[in-house]
C-alpha cells in the first residue's frame, strides 16, 4: 500500500512533464512526413507574396499613379471588400493591400491542414492509438501538430520578411508576422475543432468554414468603411492583418492581438485534448439507420463528399459574385493604364477590358477548381491508404466500380461548382448571363485534365498521387503570376489552361477544348487500368 502511495504521489508530481513525453520525437515524425507538404504549400505563399513588388513597379512605375490609385481605391468599396483597404502608396503598401488578405487566407488553410493532419487524422485512422501505447505524453500529440504549424509560418515569415526587406525593414517584418499570426490563429482553431469531431473531414471542414466566416466579416467591415475601422473588421483575424498596416505607420500593437487569442484557444485546446479519450470527441457522430442505406459504392462515395461538394459550390458561388461586384469597379481602376490594362488582356484576352476581366476571373474559378478536382480524386487515395477500401472491396464491389462512384463525383463536381461559379459571376456583375456561364464552363476541359493526371498518379501508385497537388498549384501560380511577369508563351502553355479560348469576347474554337477533353478521357483510362493491375496498400 505505501509503494502505490508513493508511486501515486509521483505520478502526480510529474504529471506535468510526462504529459509532453515524447514530443520532440513526435515533431521530427511530423515534419519528416510534411517534407514535401510544407515546403510546397510555404513556397507557394511567399511566392505570390513576392512576385508582386515586380509586377506593381512595372504597373505603377511613379508616385502619382500610385497616389492615384490609392484615392481611387479609397472611394470602391467592392474591391475593398475583395482586397481590404490601402494605406500607403508605396510599394510594399501596395503589396500589403494587393496580397496580403489571401496570404493571410491561405496560412491558416495551412496551418489547419497540418494541425488537424496530425491529431484527429491520426486518430480517426487508429495510429495515435498505437503511438499512445509507448512512452508519449497525452498532449505530446497536439503539442508537436501545434509546433510543426510554428514552423511552418515562421519559415513563412521569415521570407516574406527576407523577400520585402527591400521595400522597407519594418513593413516588411509586419507583414511575415501578421500573416504567420492568421496562420497560428487558424492553428489553434483547428486543435479545439480537432477536440469536438470524431471526423477529420469535418474538422478540416469547420475549420475552413469559421475560416471563410472571418474573411466575409473582414468583406463585410471593409466594403463599409474606408480605413479599417469597422467593429466587422476588427472581429476578423484577417482584418487585424491589414490594420497591422505594413509598410504605413505599423501598429506594433495589433500583434498583441494575435499572441492573445493563439494563447487563448491553446489553453482550451490543452484542457480538452486532457478530458477525452483517445480517438473520443466531444461531439459524437451521430449513429446511423438500424438499416443500412447505402447499397452501392457510388452512394458510399456521394455519402463521403456530399458534405466537400456542398462546401465548394457554395464558396464558388460567393466567390462569383464578389468578382462579378468588382468587375466595373476594376474596370475603372485600370483607366488608362496600359500595363495594367495589357496583363489583364494576357489573362482574358483581346476583347476590351471588361470582357477580358470577366474572362480573368473565369479562369481565376476554373484554376481553383483543378485544386477541388485533385482533392475529390484524391479522396480515392485516402480511403486506399487508411484500409476503408479493403472492406467495400471484400464484398461484391470491383476496383473500376469503387474508383467510378468517386470520380463521378469529382468530373461532376467540377461542372457543379463551376456552373455556380458562373451564376454567382453573373449575379454580381448583373448582366450577360450565357456568355459568362459559357466562359465558366470551357474552363472545364482544363479541369478534367488536371484531375485525369490525378487519376493516372493514383492508379500507378498511391504515393505518386500525391504530385497531382504540385501539378495544380504550378497551373494557379502560372496563371496567377505568369501574366505579370511576361513568361514567354512556351512556360504558359504548361498549362492547360493556357490552351482555352479566352471568354467572353474572344472566338469559340473548339480544337484545343476536345483534345484536352481527349487527353484526359486517355489519362483516366490508363489511371484506371493501371489502378486494376497493381496491388492494393495493406
Known amino acids: ?98 496580397i ?78 501578421g500573416t504567420a499570426g492568421v496562420g497560428m490563429v487558424f492553428a489553434t ?13 469535418l474538422a478540416k471542414g469547420l475549420t475552413g468554414g469559421l475560416l471563410g466566416a472571418a474573411f466575409v466579416l473582414r468583406a463585410a467591415g471593409d466594403s463599409a468603411s474606408e480605413d479599417g475601422s469597422h467593429v466587422l473588421t476588427w472581429l476578423s483575424p484577417i482584418g487585424w492583418l491589414e490594420n497591422l498596416r505594413s509598410f504605413a505607420d ?16 491553446g489553453v482550451a485546446a490543452y484542457e480538452l485534448t486532457g478530458r477525452r479519450d483517445v480517438g473520443m470527441s466531444f461531439l459524437p457522430t451521430r449513429p446511423g439507420p438500424a438499416v443500412g442505406r447505402l447499397g452501392t459504392a457510388g452512394a458510399l462515395a456521394w455519402r463521403l463528399q456530399r458534405g466537400s461538394v456542398l462546401g465548394w459550390s457554395l464558396g464558388f458561388f460567393a466567390a462569383g459574385a464578389a468578382f462579378g ?53 484524391l479522396r480515392l487515395h485516402g480511403e486506399e491508404t487508411s484500409q476503408r477500401a479493403e472492406p467495400v472491396l471484400a464484398n461484391a464491389v470491383g476496383r473500376l466500380r469503387w474508383a467510378s462512384g468517386h470520380l463521378l463525383i469529382a468530373f461532376g463536381g467540377s461542372v457543379l461548382i463551376m456552373l455556380l461559379g458562373g451564376l454567382g459571376l453573373a449575379a454580381g456583375y448583373g448582366q450577360d448571363l450565357g456568355p459568362i456561364l459559357g466562359a465558366c464552363l470551357v474552363q472545364l476541359p482544363a479541369i478534367w485534365t488536371i484531375g485525369g493526371l490525378a487519376v493516372l498518379l493514383h492508379g500507378v501508385s498511391p504515393q505518386a498521387a500525391l504530385g497531382a497537388w504540385g501539378v495544380a498549384g504550378a497551373a494557379l501560380l502560372l496563371g496567377w503570376i505568369g501574366p505579370a511577369l511576361e513568361l514567354p508563351e512556351p512556360v504558359m502553355d504548361l498549362s492547360p489552361f493556357g490552351h482555352l479560348p479566352k471568354l467572353p469576347g474572344g472566338d469559340m474554337t473548339w480544337t484545343p477544348v476536345l483534345i484536352l477533353t481527349a487527353i484526359a478521357a486517355a489519362l483516366v483510362t490508363a489511371g484506371l487500368a493501371a489502378l486494376r493491375r497493381r496491388d492494393m496498400s495493406t
Do not use: C
Open 1 to 98: 500500500m505505501t509503494a502505490v502511495a508513493t508511486n501515486t504521489k509521483f505520478a502526480v508530481r510529474t504529471g506535468g512533464s510526462r504529459q509532453l513525453a515524447g514530443t520532440g520525437a513526435l515533431l521530427r515524425l511530423a515534419l519528416r512526413r510534411d517534407r514535401v507538404m510544407i515546403p510546397l504549400w510555404v513556397g507557394v505563399i511567399a511566392l505570390m507574396v513576392l512576385s508582386m513588388p515586380g509586377s506593381l513597379e512595372s504597373v505603377y512605375s511613379t508616385a502619382a499613379e500610385r497616389a492615384d490609385v490609392v484615392r481611387q481605391l479609397a472611394t470602391n468599396s467592392s474591391l475593398r471588400a475583395t482586397y481590404g483597404p490601402v494605406f500607403s502608396d508605396s510599394i510594399g503598401g501596395l503589396v500589403a493591400w494587393r
Open 250 to 265: 505599423e501598429r506594433w500593437w495589433v500583434l498583441l492581438l494575435f499572441v492573445a487569442a493563439v494563447a487563448v484557444q
Open 100 to 177: 496580403g488578405v489571401f496570404a493571410g487566407v491561405l496560412a491558416g488553410v495551412m496551418s489547419l491542414f497540418i494541425v488537424v493532419r496530425h491529431t484527429r487524422d491520426e486518430e480517426e485512422s487508429g495510429r495515435q492509438e498505437m503511438v499512445s501505447a509507448g512512452m508519449v505524453g497525452r498532449r505530446a500529440p497536439l503539442t508537436a501538430a501545434l509546433l510543426a504549424a510554428f514552423v511552418a509560418n515562421a519559415a513563412l515569415a521569415l521570407l516574406i520578411t527576407g523577400g520585402l526587406a527591400g521595400q522597407g525593414s519594418s513593413g516588411a517584418l509586419a507583414l511575415g508576422l
Open 189 to 201: 482553431m483547428a486543435a479545439i475543432v480537432a477536440q469536438l469531431t470524431e471526423s477529420a473531414r
Open 325 to 377: 461586384g468588382i468587375t466595373k469597379g476594376a474596370t475603372d481602376l485600370v483607366g488608362d493604364n496600359e500595363r495594367t490594362r495589357d496583363i489583364i488582356e494576357r489573362m482574358g484576352g483581346q476583347s476590351g477590358i471588361t470582357d477580358a476581366f470577366l474572362a480573368t476571373m473565369a479562369g481565376m474559378l476554373g484554376m481553383v477548381a483543378a485544386l477541388y478536382i485533385v482533392q475529390s480524386v
